[in-house]
């Protein structure tokens, strides 16, 4: 099933920071500054590394997420390495298990990866994920 880039976002936001640690009581991100979270900022090429797998394998995808997304965000060090990733903050790498199965279940497209579910951690918290 074909979905535009908006769509998709809408989607993975509904999806994500409903479990997002960085969301507030009142339901919006509570990031300094939510425009710099790393999953939206890069949002198009996010859903583009997403879609150009098709696996089981979640390494895979977060193969294809190092390669095209984290290859070009601020973050990354000249050597590879994430500050941010390292502290748990990214909630594109805290949450890539269920933004993968977000898109690809909005593309029609579906794994059975119920046994990597379960929990998640980001801002150093433990989040439980229930799909
Ligand atoms: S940090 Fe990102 S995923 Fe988390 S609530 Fe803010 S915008 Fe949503
Ligand atoms: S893991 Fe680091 S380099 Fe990759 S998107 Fe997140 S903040 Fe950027």
Known sequence: MERSVAELES????????????????????MEKPSDCALFRLFP???RAIQMVQSDDIQQYIDAIRQSVCSQCAD???D????TRRQVQCALDAYLLLIVDAIEEATGKSFDRKPL?????????????CL
């Open 11 to 30: 989607i993975v936001r509904n999806r994500i920071c409903r479990v997002c640690t960085e969301r507030t009581a009142d339901g919006e991100c509570g």
């Open 45 to 47: 090429d996010v859903a």
């Open 76 to 78: 990354q060090a000249s």
């Open 80 to 83: 590879g390495t994430c500050e």
């Open 117 to 129: 579910f379960g929990a998640g951690f980001h801002a150093g918290r433990r989040v439980e994920i």
